[in-house]
């Protein structure tokens, strides 16, 4: 059975560094596979993506050796094992905000005796490049499964949320987490209230032995956030990143300055 290799990276205290993948698109992912990126995720919140081609999605990233991961539309049940059983190595679960919505992720994400998630499904061992029977005896110890705070709720109960049994990583979410405080949504601001939340995520998550994670949008915030101490970071998405270049190059041949669709 293949091994999750960012979340090994992880348990050994190592960075894992990884982006979104927003276009509903294979071809841009097996593209995007070859990259070099720790992990790549597949983005079903905020995209059209749909569950067929998100598993098509998985299989290619799976195929050229990488950790493909599935951010859910919400936290159900029903997301989360659509995900692993089409082939996600970890989800990363929006909006958790209390214990009980953690224990939720858990019970959903982890088999017998850490959850409940039921057996069935082909695409999860084909992508581990395993059977059945030694997938289901082994994905508690593969997959990652990714609680993300993006709220001032998630900032005060965090201790309660990250002292839940079978979380890896918590993900912070800027953008909403300056729209909850009242703020413009940003990736990084200066304001008090927003680097106090940061900074008790980091302590939090240490002491519960929960990897710390955020989003960024380039590789200089990337490098800052790892100074800090973040461990498990996204560097924008595959369309930032296209968007980023292409305004670069619009710039530089003096072709207007272009405008972005969105952030990420």
Request: include cysteine.
């Amino acid at each position: 059975m293949k091994k999750n290799l960012a979340r090994e990276k992880l348990k050994r205290g190592e960075a894992a560094i990884g982006t979104w993948l927003v276009l509903p698109n294979v071809m841009s992912t097996q593209l995007m596979a070859r990259a070099g990126f720790d992990w790549l995720t597949v983005e079903l919140e905020h995209s059209p993506t749909n569950w067929e081609t998100a598993s098509q999605m998985f299989a290619v990233i799976a195929g050229a050796g990488g950790v493909p991961l599935c951010r859910v539309p919400w936290n159900n049940g029903e997301n989360i094992k659509r995900a692993l059983d089409t082939g996600a190595y970890g989800v990363i679960v929006p909006m958790v905000n209390s214990r009980a919505e953690a224990e939720a992720v858990v019970q959903a994400a982890r088999y017998q005796p850490l959850g409940r998630r039921t057996i069935g499904g082909q695409l999860h061992a084909t992508n581990f490049a395993t059977d059945a029977a030694t997938y289901y005896a082994q994905a508690n110890a593969e997959i990652l499964v990714v609680v993300m705070a993006e709220h001032i709720q998630a900032i005060e109960h965090a201790e309660e949320i990250l002292s839940v049994p079978g979380i890896d990583v918590v993900f912070i979410g800027p953008n909403d987490l300056h729209n909850s405080m009242g703020r413009a949504p940003a990736f990084e601001s200066d304001d008090r209230q927003f680097t106090e939340g940061l900074e008790h995520i980091l302590k939090v998550a240490h002491r519960n032995g929960v990897v710390p994670g955020i989003h960024v949008l380039n590789a200089e915030a990337a490098q800052r956030r790892l100074e800090q101490g973040f461990k498990f970071i996204a560097i924008t998405s595959e369309a930032g990143l296209m968007l980023a270049k292409a305004a670069e190059t619009a710039k530089t041949l003096k072709l207007g300055q272009g405008q972005a669709a969105a952030k990420y």
